[in-house]
């Protein structure tokens, strides 16, 4: 009886282990797309930035 009652508990055990391996890997894919988002971001800002510097040293009425 103990025997049965110990691969029960294993069974149990090993389910519930492959449902975390399966959220942990969801949750990896979630972090890397916004990881992803995060660098487009700092890409578009680093660009944004660049330019408003550059219109920011400019005279807006000549433009130099």
């Known amino acids: 009886r103990t025997l049965a009652e110990t691969e ?21 894919r979630k972090v890397d797309d916004v990881n992803a988002d995060m660098g487009y971001a700092n890409q578009l800002l680093t660009s944004m930035k660049s330019w408003w510097q550059l ?10």
Request: proline share 3%; charged share 25%.
């Open 55 to 64: 219109s920011s040293v400019q005279d807006p009425k000549t433009g130099k």
């Open 8 to 28: 029960q508990v294993a069974q149990g055990v090993t389910y519930d282990l492959g449902r975390q391996k399966e959220t942990i890997a969801a949750t990896q």
